[in-house]
């Protein structure tokens, strides 16, 4: 198959922003066309990132039985892929590439597309019997 040439790809990635502007940060839809543009090897064109931009943890406790667990709650900024992939997937392939289970975990999508907040409870261990 003869690929597209970069006037035809910036006219359909125009097209495309146009059309979905409200629901496509425009710096991260240009560099995912950017990428494919000058993307021939495909491993490093379509690459899915997840930067973490800042976390805190902080203890607490559970409603349902008063355990003690932590809450770590971080701030990602996605690439223009993870967005897409977000967008039309939701939070499953998010999880998968942090490695983190669906069980005590809640992501929240924001107003700024390319960013997300995970929160994690970690459920502290019982302590050990001791004689």
Not at 29 to 37: G, L
Not at 96 to 120: C, F, M, P, Q
Request: aromatic share 8%.
């Amino acid at each position: 198959m003869k690929s597209m040439n970069t006037k035809a790809i910036q006219q359909l990635a125009d097209a495309t922003l146009d059309k979905y502007r409200s629901s496509i940060p425009r710096k991260a839809f240009e560099e995912f066309v950017k990428d494919i543009i000058a993307g021939e090897n495909r491993a490093t064109a379509f690459r899915y990132e997840a930067s973490p931009i800042c976390r805190a943890s902080f203890p607490s406790t559970l409603d349902e039985d008063g355990a003690r667990c932590t809450v770590e709650v971080t701030v990602y900024r996605l690439n223009a892929v993870a967005v897409n992939t977000f967008l039309l997937d939701g939070p499953e392939p998010l999880r998968r590439h942090l490695g983190i289970s669906e069980a005590n975990t809640y992501i929240t999508k924001h107003d700024i597309d390319d960013l997300v907040t995970v929160v994690r409870i970690i459920r502290e261990e019982a302590p050990a019997w001791q004689h």
